[in-house]
């Protein structure tokens, strides 16, 4: 008999927001080959600027609950500035993986049709898209496409592949189909499960990319990025490491036609310790769109888990520089 795992949830689920879903059917969009359910979570209506947020790959909106949770809810008399949409992505939080990795192009698909959904109750209010690594460049890509979608975007930390970055991809891909990148293969053999939430912690509580994160950003993933599985008296990453590593393993298509197109004003924060082509990627776009800027943070690419309050100061004073706020 399978020992049972300890009760534990994340302090969103006590918060004032509320989960959504939405069901894509089959042959919704391009490459849906089964309905696909894609959850996340909003605010009350309330007639505040809307912050759209989407997360890095392996983990979730909850993920980064330390930063967010002062700027969408109301606590201690203290009124939250902003109403917000967090979405899960395709496979993470309690979204639904499917069968197969849609790409980078149909999970921005997925998440435009969310907000202009989503949105929709709340009215004609000011909009901001914001997103960590894999989340900051589906938010660049959708913002470009969808020009009067948000009035001011932040990218965190965004994996902004160079030009050259993905032409070297998609050449290794083509004379070598089964290649793989390193990341995608770290996550294919990465831990995915363990016998307690507490076990987990213990075992990646200062190593790898947690490396420097703040005990309540851990407890955030824990809690937040994987899930109890009662069955087998264990808990697993909620995001299948196959997922994770098909996401490592490709790119986007259009990724700098859109950049170069992009009328949403845009600021890049990066960590002075983060992946060195993240830097070089936004000094190019800044290069190339007169509508990006970039400023460099203390901390690695995860550096909104390691000082979330440093990083939330930060967003506000990026979102505050447009006149809507």
């Known amino acids: 008999m399978a020992a049972a795992v300890e009760p534990a949830h994340h302090p969103i689920h006590d918060s004032e927001l509320i989960q959504f879903e939405q069901v894509f059917a089959k042959d919704e969009l391009d490459g849906l080959e089964q309905n696909l359910v894609i959850r996340g979570w909003r605010s009350p209506v309330r007639g ?26 109301d606590s201690d ?3 939250a500035p902003f109403d917000c949409i967090l979405t899960d992505l395709q496979g993470h939080g309690e979204s639904e993986a499917g069968s197969h990795f849609l790409g980078w192009n149909g999970n921005a ?50 994996v902004l592949f160079t030009p050259v970055m993905i032409n070297l991809l998609r050449v290794q891909k083509f004379f070598l189909p089964r290649y793989r990148t390193p990341f995608s293969q770290k996550a294919l053999k990465r831990r995915d499960h363990w016998n307690s939430f507490q076990q987990a912690a213990d075992s990646l509580r200062g190593r790898g990319i947690y490396k420097g994160w703040c005990e309540a950003s851990l407890q955030d993933f824990i809690l937040g990025a994987l899930e109890a599985r009662e069955e087998r008296g264990t808990v697993a990453l909620r995001c299948p490491t196959w997922l994770e590593s ?13 950049i170069k197109r992009s009328e949403t004003p845009t600021r890049i924060l990066y960590g002075e310790r983060s992946y060195p082509f993240v830097a070089k990627a ?11 800027s970039y400023r460099e943070l203390p901390g690695g690419h995860c550096f909104m888990q390691e000082d979330p309050e440093l990083a939330r100061n930060e967003l506000l004073q990026a979102l505050s520089s447009h006149p809507a706020y």
């Not at 936004?282 to 990006?292: C, D, G, I, V």
């Open 48 to 73: 505040r600027p809307l912050i759209h947020f989407l997360h890095g790959n392996g983990f979730c909106a909850s993920v980064y609950w330390q930063m967010l949770a002062p700027l969408v809810c």
């Open 77 to 79: 008399g203290q009124q």
């Open 109 to 158: 698909s997925l998440a435009t049709a969310v907000i202009e959904s989503v949105a929709a109750e709340f009215g004609e209010v000011t909009r901001y898209a914001i997103g960590h690594s894999f989340g900051g460049v589906l938010t660049a890509m959708l913002c470009s496409r969808n020009p009067k979608l948000f009035s001011r975007a932040v990218l965190l930390d965004p």
């Open 246 to 258: 098909d996401i490592f393993n490709s790119v986007p298509f259009g990724l700098w036609r859109d």
């Open 282 to 292: 936004a000094r190019l776009a800044a290069k190339q769109n007169s509508h990006f």
